[in-house]
């Protein structure tokens, strides 16, 4: 059976421990009036089911269309809504459980994973954001790094069904993508290496699950995601300096 199903509007997804407060936290970004996340819809001991978010999810290989500076332009300003909204989810030390260690300072509920393959797209517009099983409270900056990291996109790796963009594409975008947030300047000098700490957390995680035996883990450490991440760390640690210009 697949890990993932639908049928009509519905979703059907594993769960974990921390389901019930991620479902908490959907409902609390509906009540807050923010519709472009899931619904939550039932938990059961093994299975959660959510709504489905009508799009197109931005898996590899990119398509022009999630390529393109719009959709790059609407997942920066979704991302800055989204966060709006969970920052006034009522955190509740005592019930609350994340997958991910709460990180300081906790500003808002941060989505753990934000990148194209967890936004849905109609055509090059983001309409909708997916896949909420790594959120946790933290610093907006936490978010946005990771989701340069993967928007400019930062990896060394080749970048399948288009032509790799220059460095110079990559450092336009990643500024593009603070302006279109609204990234205030304090989080923008802490930008370039929070997007080290967050790649080096993902291997951490990466591994550990995988050696728990994780079967999707153990999938990513056999296709080499964890080699390719320490490359892209060495990457952006030479890359630095002229990543935080480019985004000051
Ligand atoms: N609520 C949803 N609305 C729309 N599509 C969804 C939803 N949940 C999952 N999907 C679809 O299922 C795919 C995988 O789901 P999701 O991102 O939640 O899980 P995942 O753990 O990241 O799994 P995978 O590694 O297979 O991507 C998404 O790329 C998307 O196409
Ligand atoms: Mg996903």
């Keep these: 059976?697949?890990?993932?199903?639908?049928?009509?509007?519905?979703?059907?997804?594993?769960?974990?421990?921390?389901?019930?407060?991620?479902?908490r936290l959907l409902g609390h970004l509906h009540e807050q009036g923010f519709v472009a996340a899931p619904e939550p819809i039932e938990l059961g001991h093994t299975l959660e089911t959510v709504s489905f978010v009508p799009g197109v999810a931005g898996e590899y290989p990119w398509t022009e269309d999630i390529a393109s500076e719009a959709a790059l332009v609407t997942s920066?300003?979704?991302?800055?809504?989204?966060?709006?909204?969970?920052?006034?989810?009522?955190?509740?030390?005592?019930?609350?459980?994340?997958?991910?260690?709460?990180?300081?300072p906790v500003e808002t509920v941060v989505h753990g994973d934000f990148a194209p393959y967890n936004c849905v797209y109609d055509g090059i517009q983001a309409v909708g954001i997916i896949d909420f099983d790594t959120a946790h409270p933290g610093p907006r900056v936490w978010d946005v790094a990771s989701a340069v990291y993967r928007f400019a996109p930062f990896t060394t790796g080749q970048v399948e069904g288009s032509t790799a963009p220059t460095l110079d594409e990559r450092l336009s975008r990643a500024a593009e993508f603070c302006d279109a947030y609204g990234l205030d300047q304090d989080s923008?000098?802490?930008?370039?290496?929070?997007?080290?700490?967050?790649?080096?957390?993902?291997?951490?995680?990466?591994?550990?699950?995988?050696?728990?035996?994780?079967?999707?883990?153990?999938?990513?450490?056999?296709?080499?995601?964890?080699?390719?991440?320490?490359?892209?760390?060495?990457?952006?640690?030479?890359?630095?300096?002229?990543?935080?210009?480019?985004?000051?």
């Design 1 to 23: 059976m697949e890990r993932i199903t639908r049928a009509a509007d519905r979703v059907h997804r594993p769960a974990g421990p921390w389901t019930p407060t991620v479902h």
């Design 188 to 248: 923008r000098a802490r930008l370039a290496p929070t997007m080290v700490s967050s790649i080096v957390a993902l291997v951490t995680t990466l591994e550990s699950e995988a050696a728990a035996g994780n079967p999707k883990f153990v999938s990513d450490l056999q296709h080499g995601h964890a080699d390719l991440y320490r490359a892209d760390v060495a990457y952006l640690e030479d890359h630095l300096d002229v990543i935080a210009r480019a985004v000051a």
């Design 76 to 104: 920066a300003r979704l991302l800055r809504h989204y966060h709006d909204a969970a920052a006034t989810f009522p955190l509740d030390e005592t019930r609350d459980v994340w997958s991910q260690s709460v990180r300081i």
